[in-house]
């Protein structure tokens, strides 16, 4: 487990009263069917609000950890190309350093579209392969394909004329079907949906 996988469980056990003897495998079975760690207890109908799980998740993690890539910062900035990162989660999350990309953060990729008095039981879903059950929608967010569509349509931008990078398989693929040009960053390997593959971003010139 990540080292700091603990502090989503946490939140699961504290914040939406999951038992702790099942919140590792519940949240295993929500990440793979859902894409993101928030969309998952979301869809299956806890109710939270996205700021608190934001600061208690995202805002207590080590930032001070991460570094200035000046290299990477300067590859960057040769590029004669509107830039724009998308991610869920808060601009006051991003370094101050990349005044020339634009963010398109929480707003764009997740939007509640779900809500249920009653919490779908997933792993009693899972663990008696229920046939014929459909599972409760996700919120709009990565991977999800009308998430990209979304934020496209925001930052109007054509996907035609648009190069993706992303280190999610499952990213890259729904980028792909929304007719994006994918780069998987990370491996040397190209796994379908990906048009190119790079070990590092540092390679993207």
Sequence with gaps: ???????????MVEKLGIKKDKVVELSNLLYKN???TMAGPRAVGYDFDYDDFHRYVHGRLPYENLKPDPSLKSLL???PLKKITLNPTHKNTVSGDEEDIEFLGSAATTTYVHTSP???DMMDQFAHRNQ?????KTPICKP???AIERAL?????NPQRTLFFDDSVRNIQAGKHVGLHTVLIGTSQRPKGADYELESI???K
Aim: net charge negative.
């Design 202 to 204: 540092h390679n993207i």
């Design 1 to 11: 487990m990540a080292q700091y996988d603990c502090l989503l469980l946490d939140y």
């Design 153 to 157: 349509n925001i930052a109007k931008i």
């Design 118 to 120: 009653q919490i779908f």
């Design 132 to 136: 014929g059950t459909t599972l409760p």
């Design 34 to 36: 859902y894409g993101t």
């Design 77 to 79: 900035q040769t590029l």
């Design 144 to 146: 999800q394909e009308s």
